[in-house]
């Protein structure tokens, strides 16, 4: 399932950077990108297991951009 959220509050490029290559290291995830221009995310991950795998997703950009949430 690959999905699209608005990111709010990402304030530099190489935090966008640095959330995409924790996000695609996540087990279950196929691919990850992290626009900063555009503020958003797309998340392409298993079906069965696609909001466990966003928890963990979030918690990735929290600990590189506490500031920055996720608007699903």
């Known amino acids: 399932m690959k999905k699209k959220f ?9 935090c966008a950077a640095k959330m995409e290559d924790a996000i695609k ?3 279950g995830v196929n691919d990850a990108s992290v626009n ?3 503020q958003k995310l797309t998340v392409d991950a298993d079906d069965e297991a696609f909001d466990a795998i966003m ?5 990735a950009c929290k600990r ?9």
């Not at 608005?6 to 190489?14: F, G, N, P, S, Y």
């Open 6 to 14: 608005k990111l709010q509050d990402l304030d530099c490029a190489a």
């Open 25 to 27: 290291k996540i087990s």
């Open 36 to 38: 900063f221009l555009m």
């Open 55 to 59: 928890e963990q997703v979030e918690n």
């Open 64 to 72: 590189v951009e506490p500031d920055c949430k996720i608007l699903r």
